[in-house]
């Protein structure tokens, strides 16, 4: 059999007939769209699913279930499409969640739901990872900025269209649909990638690597609930949440020595070797961590303080996704165009800051135009770093290992959710207790005493006194959870001054201008791999 190498696919990626790319392109953005939109629309369908199904004491489950099945699948679709060749993982994990969303529709109490959400997670662990990855066996880096503003634009498309879809869905063809809607969809983006999609086939000799992804399941399986039930299901002091941080502690700890040990790593530590990789890292975390805490509290303070409609909560956070769509759009082109990126992490990192710290300065005055300029700016940030951080890492670690780096990433992003959402949202919580007490006296306790956010309805039967210092409760809660998130925010901007701006591989001059030696990660980016058709 011919010897071929990564650095030959991706340069026979790059000079495909464009026809051919797009349509490769448009299966792959079908397929994010896919893993992206699932949580966006059932969270519209969960109370019609629950007046069939019953069973609201495990209503978390079914977001939890898929949460933690795409967690800890992440980094494991990643290393198996760097091992056996991405197309046929990828096409697998497509099967596998197409699979899940067929069995959910199909579910008959809620036990069953849950069960097949975790199927339907295994599966869109490897959607997003695959996606990244086979950009980036296909596009050169010079080239690949331009493409990933396609992905922030999937990403802002999931989060407005999302609850609107779900409702539509749910309203005129019932909730089951909202998983059924996936296998079409899913099978124009399978059928597309088999007939089109073209990549050297591997044939690893090294087994897979089991007590690591053992290890890293358990690690961050245990993460995820922490941040899940801390403070909800469980105190943060009770033994159950301790237990939960020495399992996953130990499991970390255990899962990097091993790392050391095995012949073919699930997570090479090598590629922590690099700076720009480390940092990107980072810089994914607090982008995690800000975003989905921005998400969930935004739409709570209009809805609660400013009286926006519910029905169209995904529309009130148009000015932040859409400056973030422009944006990341703008930089892949100018990336694409120059072969610079460090401007744009820095940049980003300050907007990030500056535009939560603005949002921590709402109150019950502040107006939804004011509201909407601040919120634009934070969208200016994201924008500045949402697929950035993906490039950098991708261009700083061998084609070998380019799995693994998109997966690392994307779970990076994903643990900040994580913790963004539980710190954020307990720091809220307190928050509007406080000044529920403060406001209200007795009463105002006990209508928080069950949870912090109040729906529209629960809202509208609080007697006038209830409401009013329930709204001075949720502006100071939102105060105290921005004014987090942008010192949080600092890091990132912290980190992206440490870059080093190492030029992108592929397509353009700036490219035969690496330096030949003397920095480990422009040595890696031009270093081929050899591999077995």
Sequence with gaps: MADKTEAATGEAGAGKQPRSVRVVLLALMIAMMLAMLDNMIIGTAMPTIVGELGGLEHLSWVVTAYTLATAASTPLWGKLGDMYGRKGVFMTSIVIFLAGSALSGMAQDMGQLIGFRAVQGLGAGGLMVGVMAII?????????????????????LAMIGGPLVGGTITDNWGWRWSFYINI??????????????????????ARIDYPGAALLTIGITAIVLVTTWGGTEYAWTSARIMELIGIGVAALVGFVFWQTRAAEPILPLHIFRSRNFTLMSVIGFIVGFVMFGATLFLPLYQQ??????????????????????????????????????????????ALMTVGLYLLSTMDTDTTRFTSGLYMAVVGLGMGCLMQITMLVAQNSVEMRDMGV????????????????????????????????????????????????????????????????????????????????????????????????????????????????????????????????V
């Design 136 to 156: 980036g066996d296909l596009i050169p880096p010079r080239e690949r900025g331009k493409y990933q503003g396609m992905i922030a634009g999937v990403m802002a």
């Design 184 to 205: 079409p969809l899913g099978a124009i983006a399978l059928i597309a990638i088999s007939a089109v999609l073209h990549l050297p086939k591997k044939r690893s000799r």
């Design 304 to 349: 609660s303080v400013q009286g926006a409609s519910a029905t169209n909560s995904g529309l009130l956070l148009l000015p932040m996704l859409g400056a973030m769509l422009v944006t990341s759009m703008v930089a892949g082109r100018v990336t694409t165009s120059t072969g610079r990126y460090k401007i744009f992490p820095v940049v980003g990192g």
């Design 405 to 532: 780096a998109s997966s690392s990433t994307t779970l990076f992003r994903t643990l900040g959710s994580s913790f963004g959402v539980a710190i954020m949202g307990a720091l809220f919580n307190h928050r509007v207790q406080d000044v529920m007490t403060e406001r209200a006296g007795a009463l105002g306790s006990k209508v928080t005493e069950q949870s912090a956010q109040l729906d529209a309805a629960s809202l509208a039967k609080l007697p006038e006194a209830a409401r009013d210092a329930y709204q001075h409760a949720v502006s100071s809660g939102t105060h105290g959870a921005f004014l987090l998130g942008s010192v949080v925010a600092v890091v990132a901007l912290v980190a992206a001054v440490f870059v080093k701006e190492i030029p992108l591989k592929g397509a353009g001059p700036k490219a035969a201008d690496a330096p030949a030696g003397g920095d480990d990660e422009a040595a890696t980016a031009k270093a081929p791999v050899t591999e077995s």
